[in-house]
């Protein structure tokens, strides 16, 4: 059992930054891999960036290469997401998520939702133009 909490999500401006956290409790953090994921109201819940369980292998959508950065600390048990140069496309609820079954980053695999067995309740980000 894997319990997830995010936080760090709020209202900020076209080009502004926000940094997203997870903090994770229960099956032991390290052993597998953490994804972050966004809804829109209305819109599917899409895949925004997955880790590998030591961080050295990371996945990003397209939509947000070279903007957002995933990490994770291994020894807080947590990860994070640093979204810059924020956009208003970029409003959603932004949701982290465990695959407990995986260690390592598959780019068929972790831009997936359904292979992700827990979820956090999710933060609200938006951003305004």
């Known amino acids: 059992q894997v319990q997830l909490v995010e936080s760090g999500g709020g209202l900020v401006q076209a080009g502004g930054s926000l940094r997203l956290s997870c903090a994770a409790s229960?099956?032991?953090?390290?052993?597998?891999?953490m994804g972050w994921f966004r809804q829109a109201p209305g819109k599917e819940r899409d895949f925004v960036a997955a880790?590998?369980?030591?961080?050295?292998?990371?996945l990003y959508a397209d939509s947000v290469k070279g903007r957002f950065t995933i990490s994770r600390d291994n020894r807080k048990n947590m990860v994070y997401l640093q979204m810059n140069s924020l956009k208003p496309e970029d409003t959603a609820s932004y949701y982290c998520?465990?695959?407990?079954?995986?260690?390592?980053?598959?780019?068929?695999?972790?831009?997936?939702?359904?292979?992700?067995?827990?979820w956090g309740q999710g933060t609200q980000v938006t951003v305004s133009s």
């Open positions: 229960g099956r032991t953090f390290s052993s597998y891999v």
């Open positions: 998520a465990a695959d407990i079954n995986y260690s390592g980053v598959l780019y068929g695999r972790h831009g997936n939702s359904y292979e992700y067995d827990y």
């Open positions: 880790i590998s369980w030591n961080g050295g292998s990371t």
